[in-house]
């Protein structure tokens, strides 16, 4: 849900409440009270709750709930929420007993009223009314957001299943004709039967494994392994890329193939060759996140974000994902293009 309609959203909750209340206490006091009682001080002393309200309303939804709920830190939220009980009451005192007072002379509580938990006590109702709506509001609107990911999510996956049944060509029938090649091989050409078995695992795990939408991460990483050792086939003693693992690698799990965009790039559009410039991949891996870093010379001087199709594509699955949870910069000049992504991991 866009920022702009939950404005309209709030706007209309907040004319229906106004309304509902207007309508209360025309229902309760009767027609004729209510016209007495619907003078200039009753118009100021109803804005100036509304105002009240209101301003802890944003607080609580704008705030409170998304530094907290948002996070699961539901120790903060709970004594944030008890601070509201106190807040309610001074913005509602400041306004009416200092300010209203300042301007008109007249009090709209009594002097003994006026004690400090008398007037909290008194304006509790109040306060939780507000904190009740404000909350509940705010957990509307994240189920509404993500049942709106989660569509967006299943759609993603049903358009990459289709297209990955649009490019099947009878794969069993590829990976037998690649194994009678890998029995032919085995004895007499060792090294091709051994790029051969590659290749299989590499297409095998394209096809099968990674259709799921997390994998372990070791699996992840040893298909980037498989990918890189093509490259080293093909460019021999001459490729310049160095790859660095940090960290505990085990059955933590990410999102499938997440990782390959950033080094596929690195050989399609970076110089890979050049032993005073070699090509970079880190890769960090701490208790709850997994850190990728690459840095490569650029071939072309022409925009490297001129190939940034599968980068947008990239941040909008990132988004759907892990929504504001995640890291994903990258920095490019003429020279050289680096990147950096943290993502959770999924233990």
């Not at 206490?25 to 002393?45: A, D, S």
């Not at 509307?140 to 049903?158: A, H, M, P, S, W």
Request: glycine fraction near 4%; proline fraction near 3%.
């Amino acid at each position: 849900m866009e920022i702009k309609n939950q404005f309209k959203y709030h706007f209309l909750f907040g004319f229906v409440l106004i309304f509902m209340n207007v309508f209360r206490k025309y229902v309760t006091l009767g027609h004729e009270t209510f016209i007495k009682q619907f003078n200039i001080f009753g118009v100021v002393l109803t804005t100036t709750y509304f105002i009240t309200f209101f301003s802890v309303y944003i607080l609580n939804i704008k705030v409170i709930c998304p530094k907290t709920l948002a996070r699961k830190n539901l120790t903060y939220f709970f004594l944030a929420q008890i601070s509201l009980f106190f807040v309610f009451p001074a913005i509602r005192y400041f306004l009416e007993e200092v300010v209203l007072y300042a301007i008109t002379g007249f009090h709209n509580y009594s002097e003994q009223s006026r004690a400090f938990w008398y007037y909290v006590f008194d304006n509790s109702y109040y306060s939780l009314k507000v904190i009740l709506f404000s909350t509940f509001t705010y957990l509307l609107f994240v189920f509404l957001k993500n049942k709106d990911k989660i569509y967006l999510l299943e759609l993603e996956q049903q358009k990459a299943e289709l297209g990955a049944l649009k490019n099947q060509l009878e794969p069993h029938f590829l990976f037998n004709t690649l194994n009678v090649f890998y029995s032919e091989l085995a004895e007499t050409q060792p090294k091709t039967a051994k790029g051969i078995h590659k290749l299989s695992e590499l297409l095998r795990y394209l096809t099968y494994e990674a259709q799921k939408d997390y994998m372990p991460l070791h699996r992840e990483i040893k298909f980037i392994k498989d990918y890189m050792y093509f490259y080293e086939k093909r460019f021999e003693d001459n490729l310049f890329v160095n790859l660095f693992i940090k960290g505990d690698v085990g059955n933590q799990e990410i999102p499938s193939l997440m990782l390959i965009h950033f080094i596929e790039n690195i050989f399609k559009h970076g110089i890979v060759n050049d032993p005073s410039f070699p090509a970079e991949i880190n890769i960090e891996v701490t208790e709850n996140h997994l850190n990728l870093k690459t840095k490569n010379k650029i071939a072309f001087v022409k925009h490297y974000s001129s190939k940034g199709i599968g980068r947008e594509n990239l941040k909008k699955r990132l988004s759907l994902l892990f929504d504001n949870n995640y890291i994903f910069d990258f920095i490019e000049n003429d020279v050289e293009y680096s990147t950096h992504l943290q993502i959770p991991l999924k233990k």
